[in-house]
Antibody, heavy 118, light 107 residues
Framework: QVQLVQSGAEVKKSGASVKVSCKAS????????IHWVRQAPGQGLEWLGW????????YYAPMFLGRVTMTRDSSISTAFMELSNLRSDDAAVYYC???????????WGQGTMVTVSS | DIHMTQSPSSVSASVRDRVTITCRAS??????LAWYQQKPGKAPNLLIY???SLQSGVPSRFSGSGSGTNFTLTISSLQPEDFATYFC?????????FGPGTRVDIK
């Protein structure tokens, strides 16, 4: 069964970092980019960037440059997203998603809620 | 960055109604557009890619059209399970961007 399973909810203080994991199963992990998208409560979808699981290459959305780091461990088919220097407006559900060659996201994780307290 | 807009922001419709949602891009992007459906508390689900290609397993009442800067998603006969929020996404260039969403609810 093709799926992405994310780590559980996190509660962090302002200024701290959070690291979310995304474990892939049912397909060849290195065959598809993994993207990260977040959604604040009641809001739309915001794209953070991607990682190429094959070689670890990354691309980050400009507004997250310097705060986001995406990594992977191919031996366990898992991608990671770390966001540092958390602010209150970083509180959101964070999703990982697999992209097809045309760029669309055909598989999503279940989401990880990140709460930021002051 | 390519800025995406959607209209309407919400629509009230009845079962079996035909619903059309529009997505506009701030610059031309050929057919590099995807549509997603999202239900409360769930991850988005891919409906359409490359503007008009139906994702495997998605009912044929969903269709997409358009190219360049103007795109539409049509639900030909709304079903009870289609009440949800719909997002467009441009996959033409990084950073990928999404439209603000269109909520489809029951009239």
């Amino acid at each position: 069964q093709v799926q992405l399973v994310q780590s559980g909810a996190e509660v962090k203080k302002s200024g701290a970092s959070v690291k979310v994991s995304c474990k892939a199963s049912g397909y060849i992990f290195t065959g598809h980019y993994i993207h990260w998208v977040r959604q604040a409560p009641g809001q739309g979808l915001e794209w953070l960037g991607w990682i190429n699981p094959n070689n670890g290459g990354t691309y980050y959305a400009p507004m997250f440059l310097g705060r986001v780091t995406m990594t992977r461990d191919s031996s366990i088919s898992t991608a990671f997203m770390e966001l540092s220097n958390l602010r209150s407006d970083d509180a959101a559900v964070y999703y990982c998603a697999r992209s097809m060659k045309n760029g669309a996201f055909d598989m999503w994780g279940q989401g990880t809620m990140v709460t930021v307290s002051s | 960055d390519i800025h995406m807009t959607q209209s309407p922001s919400s629509v009230s419709a009845s079962v079996r109604d035909r619903v059309t949602i529009t997505c506009r891009a701030s610059q031309g992007m050929s057919s590099w557009l995807a549509w997603y459906q999202q239900k409360p508390g769930k991850a988005p689900n891919l409906l359409i890619y490359k503007a008009s290609s139906l994702q495997s397993g998605v009912p044929s009442r969903f269709s997409g059209s358009g190219s360049g800067t103007n795109f539409t998603l049509t639900i030909s006969s709304l079903q009870p399970e289609d009440f949800a929020t719909y997002f467009c996404q441009q996959t033409n260039s990084f950073p990928f961007t999404f439209g603000p969403g269109t909520r489809v609810d029951i009239k």
